[in-house]
């Protein structure tokens, strides 16, 4: 249960989780973002995720993992 607990408070999960709202409210209430906005927001959470999965396999290469 701990395990599952610190997965869905992990920072790369709330993120998407955040990046997917936005689209689905963009869509579901017509929120006005228009196709480059949306993009944008794929994007950065996107790299965010892959970023920050590298500095994570990096780290635990490393030893410094938890």
């Given at each position: 249960?701990?395990?599952l607990?610190?997965?869905?408070?992990?920072?790369k999960?709330?993120?998407?989780?955040?990046?997917?709202i936005?689209?689905?409210?963009?869509?579901?209430?017509?929120?006005?973002l228009?196709?480059?906005?949306?993009?944008?927001?794929?994007?950065?959470?996107?790299?965010?995720?892959?970023?920050?999965?590298?500095?994570?396999g990096k780290?635990?290469?490393?030893?410094?993992?938890?």
């Amino acid at each position: 249960m701990d395990k599952l607990k610190a997965k869905l408070s992990s920072r790369k999960f709330l993120v998407t989780l955040a990046g997917v709202i936005t689209v689905i409210a963009n869509d579901y209430f017509q929120l006005g973002l228009n196709g480059e906005t949306v993009f944008a927001v794929v994007s950065m959470v996107a790299s965010y995720v892959l970023g920050q999965g590298y500095v994570d396999g990096k780290k635990v290469l490393k030893g410094d993992g938890q």
